[in-house]
């Protein structure tokens, strides 16, 4: 089956970039999906299509594919952002499956 | 606003079953895909099915093919999921979640949340 290798953890300060990293063997064309997710709460997406913000999140979240590695970069990093991340795909083969990584811990300094 | 309200969770023993359900509103719910994500304790997400809007195409994660069963019921905007055969395994919080398009499935753009599901002897 298809997977996706995230970082367990990142770690930033106050102000600095956050940068989060997405690897599959090859994303075939499908776009990159990114949640974000607090203690207790259900996940929020953040970053769709690849580099496309849903309503109401911060410009700060931004996203880019290579076809090999997804990127998720948070800048100039607020004690808010504390989070877990995961990155996700539509598996269009033979899955048909919404595939997940294995999660960031974003860490603020 | 898109709210969906999961019920149904609690403690079931191995081999036992539950059926969780999920409330949606705020949107036409017959034109979305729906799925059924977990989380078990500190772990990562975990997407266990998908129904259609229609109830014409439904996907299982492996981990649960033939034990799990989805449906909806377009009429009172809710989905279904069916647990039979319960493992110590499938113990999590059950995650109802709404497709970001009308009649694809692509990621998820709305969330419950979530139903605890305990399986323990």
């Known amino acids: 089956s298809y997977v996706l290798t995230q970082p367990p953890s990142v770690s930033v300060a106050p102000g600095k970039t956050a940068t989060i990293t997405c690897g599959g063997d090859?994303?075939?064309?499908?776009?990159v999906h990114w949640y974000q997710q607090k203690p207790g709460q259900a996940p929020v997406l953040v970053i769709f299509?690849?580099?496309d913000r849903p309503s109401g999140i911060p410009e700060r979240f931004s996203g880019s594919n290579s076809g090999n590695t997804a990127t998720l970069t948070i800048s100039r990093v607020e004690a808010g952002d504390e989070a877990d991340y995961y990155c996700?795909?539509?598996?269009?083969?033979?899955?048909?499956?919404?595939?997940f990584g294995s999660g960031t811990r974003v860490t603020v300094l | 606003e898109v709210q969906l309200l999961e019920s149904g969770g609690g403690l079931v023993q191995p081999g036992g079953s539950l059926r969780l359900s999920c409330a949606a509103s705020?949107?036409?719910?017959?034109?979305?895909?729906m799925s059924w994500v977990r989380q078990a304790p500190g772990k990562g997400l975990e997407w266990v099915s998908v129904?259609?809007?229609?109830?014409?195409?439904?996907n299982y994660a492996e981990s649960v093919k033939g034990r799990f069963t989805i449906s909806r019921d377009n009429s009172k905007n809710t989905l279904f999921l069916q647990m039979n055969s319960l493992k110590v395994e499938d113990t999590a919080v059950y995650f109802c979640?709404?497709?970001?398009?009308?009649?694809?499935?692509?990621?998820?753009?709305?969330w419950g949340q979530g139903t605890l599901v305990t399986v323990s002897s």
């Open positions: 979640a709404k497709d970001v398009l009308p009649g694809i499935t692509d990621c998820f753009d709305s």
């Open positions: 705020g949107f036409t719910f017959s034109t979305y895909a």
């Open positions: 129904m259609s809007g229609s109830g014409g195409t439904i």
């Open positions: 090859y994303f075939g064309g499908q776009s």
């Open positions: 299509y690849d580099s």
């Open positions: 996700q795909v539509w598996g269009s083969g033979s899955d048909h499956s919404y595939v």
